[in-house]
């Protein structure tokens, strides 16, 4: 993902005008009546061999090579509530149940050859699974997920949870972990950073919650790039010189107010793109090339990448205040004549 793709590609709720509500309300004809509409809604719809049929594709070797089976099934969008038929169909790798309406993904716990699950927009409670030994991508979007329990696939590389309602990290066991390298939690309602210790993670997406700080981080030493966008954080504190990694930290829409909090960020060796727009600090005269005396290693501001000049001026800014402080501490450690004075008298006085 690009960072011009990263600023433009959460999309803002359109709230719907009092005029569209009352022709969704009093279309008639348009529509089902209300009452047929959700009763067809609860009527329970399982997964049929004929559906099976329709979605079931890619047809490889399984086992000792000599017999073949279909590996891969897409099944969007069948207003699907029981996916049971799919505990019998072993030899699944890839399945997209998108666009359904399941409550239980229980019966994916006997597919141990499943490589690549995606169930975005159900009505999942849970993402909690059976250890699946060779599970490397999973995708759980838009749900009514509360919790990040029972995520225990040790091949796992990719998760993504975003649009749920989690509000805090547990669960996520480093040790059963160690491969996820891409966490998506954007928007969801996570009030702290805490339980994200993955070794390897080198992706995270947390944009769209109710974060006031950074806590909890410091040791994801392969941590590339950090989404904060449209949180509460308004301090910079939590960033450590183990985040040794780190190039792009996205904190557009925050409550940053003082540029002097860009300070927290000479932890970072290697921040190469920050996106601050949005922030209060971002109101200050000259906002970025403070932040560019702050943080000389930076490459990119927002959308733009600093130019010669503007590295140049910064450099020379850097350098007077290197002199000012240096020249401020030669005055304090000089001895005061006085003082000097007021001790030889006391010295000849002594003598006397």
Not at 106 to 124: A, E, F, I, Q, Y
Not at 201 to 212: G, H, P, R, S, V
Request: charge should be negative; glycine fraction near 6%.
């Amino acid at each position: 993902m690009s960072d011009d793709e990263d600023l433009d590609e959460y999309d803002q709720d359109q709230d719907e005008s009092d005029e569209d509500k009352d022709n969704k309300e009093m279309g008639e004809g348009e529509e089902k009546e209300g009452g047929e509409e959700l009763e067809e809604m609860l009527l329970p719809n399982p997964l049929t061999e004929e559906v099976m049929k329709e979605g079931l594709s890619l047809l490889c070797k399984i086992g000792n090579g000599l017999s073949h089976a279909y590996v891969k099934l897409e099944a969007k969008e069948k207003d699907l509530s029981d996916i049971s038929l799919l505990s019998s169909y072993i030899h699944l790798r890839y399945v997209d149940l998108s666009d359904n309406r399941l409550v239980d993904l229980s019966p994916l716990n006997g597919l141990t050859h499943l490589l690549w699950l995606k169930v975005d927009n159900n009505r999942l409670i849970s993402a909690r699974l059976t250890e699946l030994p060779y599970l490397q991508i999973a995708s759980f979007a838009y749900n009514q997920i509360t919790d990040t329990e029972g995520i225990l696939h040790p091949r796992l590389v990719s998760l993504d949870l975003k649009g749920n309602n989690i509000k805090k990290v547990t669960g996520l066991d480093p040790q059963k972990l160690g491969n996820l390298h891409t966490l998506e939690l954007r928007g969801n309602q996570l009030e702290s950073t805490q339980g994200i210790e993955l070794p390897k993670l080198k992706n995270l997406f947390l944009a769209q919650n109710q974060l006031k700080q950074i806590e909890g981080l410091e040791n994801l030493e392969h941590l590339t790039t950090l989404h904060l966008r449209d949180n509460q954080i308004n301090t910079l504190s939590g960033f450590s010189s183990e985040m040794k990694s780190l190039q792009y930290l996205n904190l557009r829409g925050n409550l940053v107010a003082n540029i002097i909090e860009l300070i927290q960020l000479k932890e970072l060796p290697r921040l190469r793109a920050l996106i601050l727009m949005e922030n209060p600090c971002t109101d200050e005269t000259d906002y970025r090339q403070e932040t560019l005396v702050q943080l000389p290693q930076l490459e990119r501001l927002d959308k733009d990448f600093y130019e010669e000049e503007e590295r140049a001026e910064a450099d020379e800014i850097r350098q007077r205040l290197k002199e000012e402080q240096e020249i401020d501490l030669d005055q304090d450690l000089s001895p005061d004549p006085e003082k000097e004075v007021s001790k030889e008298q006391a010295g000849v006085l002594g003598c006397w």
